[in-house]
């Protein structure tokens, strides 16, 4: 079943046109599978956004989307791509005043940001850790120093654009004719054409590459945060900055602790003639076990609580506290004599 549109475009169903405009161009840029050909399922999402925004900016099928969902959108003859509008370029052109990637618009582009994945355990969390993440981004072609041509070769300027990197052409919709410029097929917007292409990048100027980063993964960081290292992900355009590298960090699971904040709990067994008459047991820490005092008396489900045993908050400061949790642990079989001892003991408290 298609997901709601406003879900794909991470807008509030009373989302004005311009906030709808803001999101798709986002997404756009994040999902173009030029940009993300390491992803396979980058030109699925990035068809899913365009059709979300071409039903949503219509003001007509939002109505009908927003009364009888998809169902009612398809059966008012909608399909995405086609009706109303050419294609989805045709959406771009019309919405975004060009192209919805940057090309063929005044300036470099910057390159397309790169995700990646650690995974540390909880007690790496306490002081920190280091951790090297490998992922495949676009780099600038180091043979001919992104400029796509043989070293020691000339330049020429476009002949199908003039060096201009755009074409014009005139298009009907139903405003009426629409002269729209688009990235020159031939020079790919550069304006210029390498005589001789580069032999390792194929006059591209960009190259697919594996790279490799250290990433310092700060104490106290929660799970599913992201630790963002700018300029480490895709090559822009000549002259533009890279794209960023998030990386988002795994918390592994530890069934000693749970964890809220900068708080932990841990589940303490406690011997029934311990609860009773008092003693010592061991609390497991992030630091190794700690022997904690138990009160005569104490019953099930109390807690003692060891300040600065828990974890620093991500910006720094005091540790939280551990809450060691007790739980009584009944014996299930009992010997002839020690079944009567506990029948006096009972007879005794009655």
């Known amino acids: 079943?298609?997901?709601?549109?406003?879900?794909?475009?991470?807008v509030d169903r009373g989302a004005t046109d311009a906030e709808l405009k803001r999101?798709?161009?986002?997404?756009?840029?994040e999902l173009h599978p030029d940009v993300n050909s390491h992803d396979p399922e980058a030109e699925e999402k990035f068809k899913e956004a365009a059709e979300a925004y071409e039903v949503l900016s219509d003001a007509e099928r939002r109505r009908t989307y927003d009364t009888f969902g998809h169902q009612g959108v398809r059966a008012g003859g909608f399909s995405p791509g086609g009706a109303g509008f050419g294609s989805f370029q045709e959406i771009f052109?019309?919405?975004?005043?060009?192209?919805?990637?940057?090309?063929?618009?005044?300036g470099p582009s910057q390159g397309g940001d790169v995700?990646?994945?650690?995974?540390?355990?909880?007690?790496?969390?306490?002081?920190?850790?280091?951790?090297?993440?490998?992922?495949?981004?676009?780099?600038?072609?180091?043979h001919c120093h992104g400029n796509g041509a043989e070293p020691g070769t000339p330049i020429n300027a476009c002949d199908n654009c003039n060096g201009s990197g755009q074409v014009q052409s005139v298009r009907r919709s139903i405003l009426g004719q629409v002269m729209t410029a688009s990235p020159c097929p031939v020079c790919h917007g550069e304006g210029?054409?390498?005589?001789?292409?580069?032999e390792v990048c194929g006059g591209a100027g960009r190259v697919a590459e594996s790279k490799t980063w250290e990433v310092d993964v700060p104490a106290g960081i929660e799970d599913g945060q992201r630790i963002r290292i700018a300029g480490a992900g895709?090559?822009?355009?000549?002259?533009?900055?890279?794209?960023?590298?998030?990386?988002?960090?795994?918390?592994?699971?530890?069934?000693?602790?749970?964890?809220?904040?900068?708080?932990l709990a841990t589940r303490v067994p406690l011997p029934l003639t311990t609860a009773m008459l008092g003693g010592e047991v061991q609390v497991p820490t992030l630091n190794g076990n700690a022997t904690v005092s138990v009160k005569p008396g104490t019953q099930h489900g109390d807690a003692e609580v060891l300040d600065e045993e828990?974890?620093?908050?991500?910006?720094?400061?005091?540790?939280?506290?551990?809450?060691?949790?007790f739980e009584l642990e009944v014996p299930t079989k009992l010997s002839k004599e020690q079944r009567k001892l506990v029948e006096q003991l009972g007879e005794t408290l009655e």
């Open 1 to 10: 079943m298609p997901r709601d549109y406003y879900e794909v475009l991470g």
């Open 23 to 29: 999101s798709f161009r986002q997404l756009a840029r």
């Open 93 to 106: 052109e019309m919405f975004l005043g060009g192209d919805a990637f940057g090309f063929g618009r005044a």
């Open 115 to 142: 995700g990646a994945v650690v995974e540390v355990s909880l007690a790496e969390v306490l002081e920190g850790a280091e951790r090297e993440v490998s992922f495949e981004a676009v780099s600038v072609c180091e």
């Open 192 to 198: 210029r054409v390498p005589e001789t292409p580069c």
């Open 234 to 263: 895709h090559a822009g355009d000549p002259g533009a900055r890279e794209g960023d590298l998030y990386v988002e960090v795994r918390i592994a699971a530890d069934e000693r602790f749970a964890r809220q904040g900068t708080e």
């Open 310 to 325: 828990g974890l620093p908050p991500l910006q720094g400061g005091k540790r939280g506290a551990l809450h060691a949790v």
